[in-house]
């Protein structure tokens, strides 16, 4: 089985990929942190390079895609292919930083590649608002994020909204996180497992209501 977490910059996929991998048993994957031979370039000349960086990123997370369909386990994965293709590919087209011709030529290998492929058994999007984002971020003090502008995460959560809701084709459970905290409150953590039992087991929650 194949659970893709996925949500914007600060929504907590990486903590609660964790948490559930720690609860089921499941095999947790991060995003590859392989080095991409075109970053350098890219920083050099954006314009130029957009198209090769995304395509290598591509290549990556397929073969992530293409690794988790091959093995036995359950996979809970944070950050998929889906996000990469139409979040932040899509965002870099839309900074018009790849040129029309490139990006039809990315989403053709994207579209070839998924027929190869099939959607994760459930993806959970993580849905914040962009103030709940900023909060996150500062919290966790990280220096490279602490610049990130405010229409730049907007954006994301634009093109995030549009992704689920109008382009992903397969199974969705969504979780609106602005109120929960579930690292630090068992409750709001047992909420999202209720939840999560509902929709892969057909359980019932403890109140006896399925969601």
């Given at each position: 089985m194949h659970i893709a977490i996925a949500g914007n910059i600060g929504s907590?996929?990486?903590?609660?990929?964790?948490?559930?991998?720690?609860?089921?048993?499941?095999?947790?994957?991060?995003?590859?942190?392989?080095?991409?031979?075109?970053?350098?370039?890219?920083?050099?000349?954006?314009?130029?390079?957009?198209?090769?960086?995304?395509?290598?990123?591509?290549?990556?997370?397929?073969?992530?895609?293409?690794?988790?369909?091959?093995?036995?386990?359950?996979?809970?994965?944070?950050r998929s292919i889906f996000e990469g293709v139409y979040v932040f590919t899509a965002n870099n087209y839309k900074m018009g930083n790849l040129s029309d011709r490139d990006y039809q030529t990315y989403m053709e290998l994207f579209e070839s590649m998924m027929t190869a492929m099939r959607y994760p058994d459930l993806m959970i999007y993580l849905r914040a608002s962009v103030s709940h984002l900023v909060e996150n971020i500062q919290k966790r003090g990280r220096d490279y994020e602490q610049t990130m502008r405010i229409d730049y995460l907007e954006n994301l959560n634009l093109l995030y909204e549009d992704f689920i809701f109008h382009q992903y084709k397969g199974d969705v459970l969504v979780i609106d996180v602005d109120p929960l905290?579930?690292?630090?409150?068992?409750?709001?953590?047992?909420?999202?497992?209720?939840?999560?039992?509902?929709?892969?087991?057909?359980?019932?929650?403890?109140?006896?209501?399925?969601?």
């Open positions: 907590g996929k990486t903590t609660l990929t964790t948490m559930l991998a720690k609860h089921y048993g499941w095999e947790p994957q991060f995003e590859a942190v392989d080095y991409n031979p075109y970053l350098d370039d890219y920083y050099k000349d954006i314009a130029r390079w957009s198209f090769n960086l995304e395509v290598y990123f591509l290549k990556q997370r397929f073969r992530d895609l293409l690794n988790i369909s091959h093995t036995e386990k359950t996979v809970i994965q944070d905290d579930f690292l630090n409150r068992p409750k709001d953590f047992a909420l999202i497992l209720d939840r999560i039992n509902v929709r892969l087991f057909g359980l019932f929650s403890k109140e006896g209501t399925a969601y």
